[in-house]
């Protein structure tokens, strides 16, 4: 059942609504509408995208300048700007995943492009079944506030955390402005240490939430026990703790946050006849003479907090400016903001490429062609994927990619009124997320329920790596679709050790033999044996063979004699625009 946003004067009430109906908005009497904070809801996380703002109020309006019918329906980057150089909300969002509060001092994009600076905190508001229905966040504006305060007015009011005790991100930042201070200005040394508990996650969806504060309390308690008296920790957020280990060399920090680690570790944790364990994953970076800011601080022992994630969990990873993890996860960032501020503002383009039909097999005298995905940048230059669909994958945004190609290559085939029995075949691209999305595969039915049409002219292009890594999900995914007509290919073909084994299960088309085999077929006699396998035994199982990476005629005509099917590369046809 879906539920309407009430909002009366006892406050907010979340009850049933008919699907059809829109969410109803009692705004004259609302206790929201006339806090005088700014205040949104935002739908739950789904799918890894972005949540949708659904209600704002007058104190909203008036401090960020965006009216209601902009705000609307639009994720919260509009808050942060094309650029995204504002980097909360992608910590909000793993907050709103984890289901646990969020409190950070902020700076938001208003509407006249001025920045500004905000305290956000956000909570989940749930409906009578428990499950969370909305986010409700809250903004304190903190004009007048300072890095460095000098005087009580310009403190934030709340620096501790109601849950722990302990001091909350705003507190914590002070102390680390100060601590910036003592390096520029009196050489001193310090290192911010940033934690973020793992399996916490587990913890909150097995036990409920009143299980996730408890041990939040009682790390809270652990944790000083573990710390020097001149050195400062806080809750940064959730399961987010950082420690500011004054005064310290970088060797004496490892050592401190090695403790932090090994006792959380150890620590067990008993909730209703069960005992948890968790672990830590850590971030330090150094303040001294060459540090640059407190949020530029934060944000790298964030950056180093998770790339110690991304290395296997439990264990410390140390930012240096030349560091390639951290240097790989910064760039990958940079490409999530441009990636999604394409998405919002039709920057994607699709290109095709010509494949060009070799064997009598192939002589169906339909035009074959696969769409290539381009990205424009601000500038107005094209970017090729490979330099941005690693990024997409890695933050979840494949799908979403996924979701636009289909639809732009679909309203192709509907304007150039593909019938079934024209030969046409467009092979589309899909991630190994894609794959495994429910929502995906059912929006994809939908669409070919309503032109039907175009199913026997559409061919999915999946990789062997993402099929083997999900076998089963990959399987249903096939089936489902060839049952409506379309066709599979399976790219880059021959790039992993069990590909044979596995062809003999998957229910495909056709083989793509990996380019990296092709390109070298005129001097390299084992290259050469292997394309001429991978033809063979992808016609005995009765798929036809497309090679890729074409480059020359002397590589074309080898395929021919080899019996290859189909061929594709620079030497058949360049990509050129989808007009």
């Not at 005992?275 to 971030?283: E, K, L, T």
């Not at 390639?324 to 490409?335: D, K, P, S, V, Y």
Request: with cysteine.
């Amino acid at each position: 059942m879906a539920h309407g946003i009430v909002i009366g004067n006892t406050g907010l009430a979340l009850q049933p609504r008919p699907r059809a109906a829109e969410p109803t908005l009692n705004l004259p009497f609302s206790t929201l509408e006339h806090n005088r904070d700014p205040v949104l809801l935002l739908t739950p996380v789904a799918d890894n995208n972005d949540p949708t703002i659904v209600y704002v109020n007058e104190a909203f309006e008036q401090l960020t300048g965006y009216n209601r019918t902009r705000a609307l329906g639009a994720s919260p980057r509009l808050l942060i700007g094309s650029r995204g150089q504002f980097g909360w909300l992608g910590r909000l969002r793993r907050r709103m995943q984890s289901h646990m509060t969020f409190s950070e001092r902020c700076r938001l994009r208003c509407a006249n492009e001025d920045a500004l600076a905000v305290l956000v905190e956000a909570h989940p508001v749930s409906n009578n079944e428990g499950k969370v229905a909305y986010w409700l966040v809250k903004m304190h504006n903190l004009a007048g506030w300072s890095e460095r305060p000098t005087r009580p007015s310009q403190v934030v009011p709340a620096l501790h955390d109601d849950l722990t005790g302990l001091l909350n991100r705003a507190g914590f930042e002070q102390h680390v402005s100060a601590a910036l201070r003592g390096a520029t200005e009196q050489d001193q040394h310090h290192v911010l240490c940033y934690l973020d508990l793992d399996q916490f996650k587990v913890i909150n969806d097995t036990c409920g939430h009143e299980a996730g504060d408890e041990l939040l309390r009682r790390l809270g308690e652990l944790l000083p026990g573990c710390l020097r008296d001149n050195d400062t920790l806080a809750r940064l957020g959730g399961d987010e703790f950082g420690v500011l280990f004054q005064d310290a060399t970088l060797t004496h920090a490892q050592v401190m946050a090695d403790r932090l680690r090994e006792a959380i570790e150890k620590f067990r944790f008993p909730w209703l006849n069960k005992v948890f364990s968790i672990g830590v994953s850590i971030g330090l970076v150094c303040i001294d003479t060459s540090s640059k800011g407190v949020s530029q601080i934060l944000s790298a022992a964030d950056t180093a907090c998770f790339a110690a994630k991304d290395l296997g969990r439990n264990r410390i990873h140390v930012h240096h400016h030349e560091d390639g993890e951290i240097a790989r996860r910064h760039g990958e960032m940079e490409w999530v903001t441009q990636i999604q501020a394409a998405l919002d503002h039709g920057r994607l383009q699709l290109h095709l490429q010509e494949i060009q039909g070799l064997s009598a097999a192939a002589s169906d005298g339909g035009r074959h062609y696969e769409v290539l995905l381009r990205m424009e940048d601000e500038d107005g230059s094209l970017i090729s994927p490979e330099h941005f669909l690693p990024a997409a994958e890695n933050y979840h945004l494949s799908t979403r990619i996924d979701n636009w190609v289909v639809g732009r290559a679909f309203d192709h085939l509907t304007e150039t009124e593909v019938h079934r029995d024209d030969g046409q075949l467009c092979c589309i691209n899909l991630s190994g997320h894609t794959m495994t999305d429910a929502g995906f595969l059912q929006s994809v039915v939908t669409r070919l329920r309503t032109a039907p049409h175009a199913a026997s002219s559409i061919c999915f292009e999946i990789t062997e790596t993402a099929v083997i890594a999900n076998l089963g999900l990959a399987t249903h995914f096939i089936t489902s679709l060839k049952k409506l007509g379309c066709r599979f290919a399976l790219d880059d073909f021959g790039s992993g050790l069990s590909s044979f084994a596995y062809l003999k299960n998957l229910p495909v088309d056709l083989l793509k033999i990996d380019g990296m085999f092709v390109r070298n077929i005129t001097r390299d006699p084992i290259d050469l044996a292997f394309v001429r396998s991978i033809n063979e035994i992808g016609h005995v199982m009765g798929k036809l063979t497309v090679a890729e990476f074409v480059e020359d005629s002397n590589t074309l005509q080898i395929l021919r004699q080899l019996g290859v099917d189909y061929a594709q590369g620079f030497h058949i046809s360049r990509p050129a625009p989808l007009v």
